[in-house]
């Protein structure tokens, strides 16, 4: 069976759909056939992720985070208000826990003005306005317009969107091969030949770049990241609060944040995972999947490349609840460990890494040559910049406009 479109998009989280909207938007008579090998959209790292909308501040102003993560969090809201979808405007704070932690939040004041977002130092006193449980040592820095929105209730309002303009959805397709040069096989054998494709298949876009010559530095290295919720009546906080970041690594640390619907959870973890969809058991197990990573991870713990020794320990201690919300008391004033019982449903995090130079990517990765473009890495804030990183995304590599349009 063969199916012929101007585009096919792999994957359809929020980035495939941002994709597939942008490409509308600039070319509405065009055909578009994206794929999926799930029954339905975002059910792995776009419906999984904490729901934050990031206001733009822990990013380098040289990034392509800097550059999309505020107009991001503005055209994400405009989304959900013309959609009728909850957005929860409750700020976040970040806290220092000790003495030397004060220099970073003067780093994240330093970004938050250089990428043009509205930051602010506050004191102690003035924090016990915003958040009375946040607890610093001197100052912390406020972001107002940091929000949580419903991820899932996002993607499928969307998903819906797009399929009344047009698009055409193939569930339970995964991608299985290269077929020419514009031509793909699924799983199911149907061939669908396309003018363009455009992959964003997350945890799988480095083995389907390589099959068109991209991505050869880079592998997937999956992170497990999981959060306690609340389970009392009245939630302990009414803001996100969040540490101090290591600004040498991709990952925030242990925090709370408070949903769309108001409730809390703290988290994540960032548990080094040993196959690609590792979420429960051995669900998921692929022993090539399994095989590979273990050998990265062997890797990158004997070099001790970007920390990952200390790294990968620290966090497979968060497994334990109770090391877990220790993690999590730093920042507050007052916390009882029984507040805290359930474990939520876990995510992956499809990090890149770089096999030369032994990192952690910490930006966006595209690739791209005449008929197809690579999603290398789009890990968080993905979710909040997917509108205008999309938009850039067809501007740039689809429509050859310059990098500064």
Not at 5 to 18: E, H, K, Q, R
Not at 41 to 70: C, E, I, M, P, Q
Not at 78 to 107: H, I, Q
Not at 295 to 324: H, N, P, S, T, W
Request: hydrophobic share 40%.
């Amino acid at each position: 069976m063969k199916q012929k479109t101007d585009f096919l998009i792999i994957g359809s989280g929020i980035v495939g759909m941002a994709l597939a909207s942008e490409l509308l938007a600039s070319m509405p008579s065009l055909s578009i056939i994206l794929i999926d090998k799930e029954d339905d959209v975002a059910l792995h790292a776009s419906g999984r992720n904490s729901g934050v909308l990031h206001a733009g501040f822990y990013y380098a102003a040289d990034s392509l985070k800097a550059r999309f993560t505020r107009e991001g969090n503005q055209a994400m809201r405009t989304f959900c208000r013309e959609n009728n979808l909850p957005v929860n405007a409750c700020g976040k704070v970040v806290v220092a826990t000790r003495e030397e932690e004060v220099e970073g939040l003067l780093e994240l004041e330093k970004r938050g003005h250089h990428n043009s977002v509205a930051v602010s130092l506050v004191d102690e006193v003035e924090l016990a306005e915003i958040e009375p449980n946040a607890r610093t040592v001197h100052r912390a820095l406020y972001s107002p317009s940091t929000a949580s929105i419903d991820p899932t209730q996002v993607c499928l309002c969307l998903r819906d969107l797009l399929r009344r303009q047009g698009v055409v959805f193939h569930f339970q397709q995964a991608y299985r091969r290269r077929k020419g040069d514009n031509a793909i096989e699924t799983s199911s054998g149907l061939v669908i030949e396309f003018g363009s494709l455009i992959n964003a298949a997350g945890l799988y876009a480095d083995r389907i770049a390589k099959e068109f010559g991209h991505g050869l530095q880079y592998r997937i290295l999956p992170f497990k990241g999981i959060y306690l919720a609340y389970s009392g009546s009245t939630p302990p906080l009414r803001t996100n609060v969040y540490p101090v970041p290591d600004l040498r690594n991709p990952f925030l640390g242990v925090h709370f944040t408070l949903t769309c619907d108001g409730r809390v959870k703290i988290g994540p973890t960032a548990i080094p995972a040993l196959w690609r969809e590792n979420y429960h058991g051995l669900e998921g197990f692929k022993l090539d999947e399994f095989l590979e990573i273990i050998v990265q991870e062997v890797r990158l713990f004997r070099a001790d490349a970007f920390g990952f020794r200390a790294l990968a320990l620290e966090e497979v201690k968060k497994i334990r609840r109770r090391y877990l919300i220790a993690s999590a008391a730093r920042l507050v004033k007052r916390l009882e460990p029984d507040w805290f019982r359930h474990w939520t449903r876990p995510g992956i995090r499809a990090q890149l890494l770089d096999m030369e130079k032994m990192k952690l990517v910490q930006d966006f990765v595209i690739e791209a040559d005449h008929n197809s473009v690579h999603i290398l890495n789009a890990v968080s804030p993905a979710f909040t910049c997917a509108f205008p990183f999309a938009a850039w995304v067809i501007r740039k590599y689809v429509l050859g406009g310059r990098d500064d349009d």
